[in-house]
């Protein structure tokens, strides 16, 4: 298999050589917006070459893996898919628009192209996935973050709030999951995955809690309906080189890549 990776920082770097050591890949294009971080990737690796975009060497490539931005996801996908290529999407909330999803949604399925969505930094999409077959009254989604997640958060800055300086836990946004993800496009990303799961983006809440004490990204998934009820509380390290993005994000991307190369479906 021939991968390429847009976007080599966090994700991507720790993708790219978890993939480097899998006996079913066999080509790695790497491409970032700066072109360096790519470059100095690659060096480390011995699959992988730099290309200057998505499209240089889609014709020769198997899977577009995306783990830049939003606005790349937003750019690419509709490509990507156009040309019958495979792709896996880190930056979920690109999906909160319904035209642009159905639009990529019908391409996808015109030119036989897969779309893929790990579980990233969040647990419990297994059993939301099988509820959701039946009737759900309610998805919540209780994010608690520390400061170093909401710097330089415009939203944040707007409403006057110093992180630095809050004492006590505090919430900070309350609503739909769908103003979530457009408010927080580099925190949020688990509600686009729930809300595209669940019962969509204008059904799924969401509350963000900042916690001046918390050293995690943590997650709490509360669901009802026709199955039951299902509480899940996901504690996340936040990666070391970058606060907002949790480590098993990075971790949920290898594992879901496993599963595409070795063709291997358990527990899905
Ligand atoms: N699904 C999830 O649960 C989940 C969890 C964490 C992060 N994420 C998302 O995954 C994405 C990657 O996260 P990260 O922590 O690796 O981010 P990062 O900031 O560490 O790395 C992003 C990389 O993409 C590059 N980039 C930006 N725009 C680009 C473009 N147009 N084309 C090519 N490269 C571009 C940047 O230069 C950078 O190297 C982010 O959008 C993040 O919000 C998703």
């Given amino acids: 298999m021939r991968l390429t990776i847009v976007g080599c920082g966090s994700i991507g770097s720790k993708l790219a050589a978890a993939a480097d050591e899998m006996a079913e ?19 480390k690796l011995r699959k992988a070459i730099v290309v200057d975009n998505v499209e240089e060497e889609l014709y020769h490539c198997d899977l577009v893996i995306e783990s830049a931005t939003q606005e790349a996801a937003r750019s690419i996908l509709p490509k990507v898919v156009a040309r019958g290529v495979d ?66 958060v415009p939203y944040v800055i707007d409403k006057g709030i110093d992180v630095g300086k809050v004492a006590e836990r505090t919430v900070i946004f309350s609503g739909t999951a769908g103003e979530a993800v457009r408010l927080f496009p580099k925190n949020i990303n688990v509600a686009a995955t729930v809300s595209l799961l669940g019962i969509g983006f204008e059904k799924t809440r969401v509350t963000l809690v900042l916690d001046p004490e918390t050293r995690s990204n943590s997650y709490e998934l509360r669901l009802n309906g026709e199955f039951g009820s299902m509480v899940c509380h ?5 990666s070391p080189d970058n606060p907002k993005t949790s480590y098993l994000a ?5 594992s879901a890549l496993k599963r595409i190369v070795r063709n291997e479906w358990i527990g899905i």
């Fill in 25 to 43: 890949v066999k080509r790695i294009y790497l491409t970032d917006i700066i072109p360096g971080k790519a470059a100095d990737l690659a060096s």
């Fill in 87 to 152: 792709i896996m999407i880190m930056s979920v909330g690109a999906l909160v628009d319904d035209d642009f999803l159905r639009s990529v949604r019908e391409k996808a399925a015109a030119c036989e192209a897969r779309i893929y969505i790990p579980s990233g930094a969040i647990c419990g999409t297994d059993g939301l996935r099988s509820s959701s077959v039946g009737e759900l009254d309610n998805v919540e989604l209780i994010t608690t973050v520390g400061p170093r997640s909401l710097t330089d």
């Fill in 234 to 238: 996901t504690y996340n390290v936040p």
């Fill in 250 to 254: 990075a971790m949920s991307a290898i």
